[in-house]
């Protein structure tokens, strides 16, 4: 008996090590074009945010997959970011195929064209909910998860060194992409140096108010796009430009988000000549941010296949159209001295970076 308790000993501190050692893991997985972002910590933990669409069982069987992968026998938390279906979709199929603890989202007031958004959320929930407000952190374990939007309000303070931003003279403004938009939840995760923002749908109008006159978010490790990349009700330069990221994930579809471009994004000269005050192709805007070290979509854009409107094929998880669409995610895997590395689930390419 003394030597087992002696050989018990001796292995506490192996198992410490192992719990202290695992990585920050985050996976994109594909549901072309909706929205399924499944994050594991350190602790073991898990929070889904979305669960994508409803068509057939497709976008639930696809996160369930990742969850295995992940090796995930529950998932801890999920955030429903709004009621639309591309976000929230897949929520009745999945809950009959893992278990899932506690749900985080925004209130109640719906559009009628959402009920039953609304009804699968809260037939899935029941008394397991909470509607959160900016400033509100949801408690997975060893990574800081702040709630920067809700409900149409955002962060009242600047925090992550933000500040006032010299981007905002001239910048412009847009009106609304709809209510259910900007009610959205945002979160920024914080894991040491590592930040990743994921602001699901948030619109240009709410990008504005987070960036100007002051930036409230600072600048961010990883930022995954706006509006699954569709720059025509997002992606406003003074926003993008202050929170500077390091590596952008696109979430889009084969024909949804990236490809498509900002129409309004040109003026006329006398001479007739159309001059864009930023660029009107969401890749080719990302691109161009100072200090950008890397971009990864979910698809090749099947609206607009130009090389140069997409990132190298290498970073792309999916190539083909919906019919043939493998699902590949992209993963993250983030250490904790800021170095992270990013893996393309299709063909196994990484590229390895570190958090400024």
Same mark, same amino acid.
């Not at 719990?19 to 910590?41: H, K, M």
């Not at 992606?235 to 490809?259: E, S, Y």
């Not at 001059?275 to 691109?287: K, S």
């Given at each position: 008996?003394?030597?087992?308790?002696?050989?018990?000993?001796? +292995?506490?501190?192996?198992?410490?090590?192992?719990?202290?050692?695992?990585?920050?893991?985050?996976?994109?997985?594909?549901?072309?074009?909706?929205?399924?972002?499944?994050?594991?910590?350190?602790?073991?933990?898990?929070?889904?945010?979305?669960?994508?669409?409803?068509?057939?069982?497709?976008?639930?069987?696809?996160?369930?997959?990742?969850?295995?992968?992940?090796?995930?026998?529950?998932?801890?938390?999920?955030?429903?970011?709004?009621?639309?279906?591309?976000?929230?979709?897949?929520?009745?199929? +999945?809950?009959?195929?893992?278990?899932?603890?506690?749900?985080?989202?925004?209130?109640?007031?719906?559009?009628?064209?959402?009920?039953?958004?609304?009804?699968?959320?809260?037939?899935?929930?029941?008394?397991?909910?909470?509607?959160?407000?900016?400033?509100?952190?949801?408690?997975?374990?060893?990574?800081?998860?702040?709630?920067?939007?809700?409900?149409?309000?955002?962060?009242?303070?600047?925090?992550?060194?933000?500040?006032?931003?010299?981007?905002?003279?001239?910048?412009?403004?847009?009106?609304?992409?709809?209510?259910?938009?900007?009610?959205?939840?945002?979160?920024?995760?914080?894991?040491?140096?590592?930040?990743?923002?994921?602001?699901?749908?948030?619109?240009?109008?709410?990008?504005?108010?987070?960036?100007?006159?002051?930036?409230?978010?600072?600048?961010?490790?990883?930022?995954?796009?706006?509006?699954?990349?569709?720059?025509?009700?997002?992606?406003?330069?003074?926003?993008?430009?202050?929170?500077?990221?390091?590596?952008?994930?696109?979430?889009?579809?084969?024909?949804?988000?990236?490809?498509?471009?900002?129409?309004?994004?040109?003026?006329?000269?006398?001479?007739?000549?159309?001059?864009?005050?930023?660029?009107?192709?969401?890749?080719?805007?990302?691109?161009?941010?100072?200090?950008?070290?890397?971009?990864?979509?979910?698809?090749?854009?099947?609206?607009?296949?130009?090389?140069?409107?997409?990132?190298?094929?290498?970073?792309?998880?999916?190539?083909?159209?919906?019919?043939?669409?493998?699902?590949?995610?992209?993963?993250?895997?983030?250490?904790?001295?800021?170095?992270?590395?990013?893996?393309?689930?299709?063909?196994?390419?990484?590229?390895?970076?570190?958090?400024?």
């Amino acid at each position: 008996m003394p030597r087992l308790l002696f050989l018990g000993l001796l +292995l506490i501190p192996s198992v410490m090590l192992n719990a202290q050692s695992r990585n920050l893991e985050i996976y994109w997985i594909d549901v072309e074009g909706g929205a399924a972002t499944l994050i594991v910590s350190p602790s073991g933990e898990s929070m889904l945010v979305d669960t994508g669409f409803e068509v057939g069982d497709r976008d639930a069987k696809r996160i369930y997959a990742a969850t295995q992968q992940a090796g995930l026998k529950k998932i801890d938390y999920l955030v429903i970011s709004h009621y639309h279906g591309d976000h929230v979709g897949g929520l009745p199929a +999945l809950s009959k195929m893992i278990p899932i603890g506690k749900f985080y989202g925004r209130g109640d007031e719906i559009e009628a064209v959402n009920q039953k958004w609304y009804d699968n959320l809260k037939n899935a929930s029941a008394g397991k909910r909470t509607i959160v407000k900016p400033g509100d952190e949801i408690p997975l374990k060893g990574v800081q998860t702040l709630v920067v939007s809700s409900d149409a309000k955002l962060l009242a303070k600047p925090i992550n060194g933000g500040g006032p931003n010299p981007l905002c003279a001239n910048a412009e403004q847009k009106a609304s992409a709809g209510p259910e938009n900007a009610n959205v939840v945002g979160l920024l995760l914080t894991y040491g140096k590592f930040k990743f923002l994921n602001l699901i749908d948030l619109d240009w109008q709410k990008e504005m108010e987070f960036a100007c006159p002051v930036n409230k978010l600072g600048t961010v490790t990883l930022y995954q796009s706006s509006r699954h990349g569709s720059f025509d009700g997002a992606g406003a330069p003074a926003f993008l430009g202050a929170i500077k990221p390091q590596v952008v994930v696109f979430n889009n579809g084969p024909r949804k988000g990236l490809g498509g471009v900002d129409n309004n994004a040109k003026i006329i000269t006398p001479a007739g000549t159309k001059v864009g005050p930023y660029e009107r192709n969401g890749y080719a805007r990302v691109a161009k941010l100072p200090g950008i070290e890397g971009i990864w979509q979910g698809h090749l854009s099947l609206l607009d296949k130009d090389p140069n409107h997409n990132t190298s094929e290498n970073m792309i998880a999916n190539l083909e159209d919906t019919a043939d669409c493998k699902g590949n995610w992209i993963k993250a895997s983030v250490a904790s001295d800021g170095k992270f590395t990013i893996t393309n689930g299709r063909n196994g390419f990484s590229k390895t970076y570190r958090a400024r």
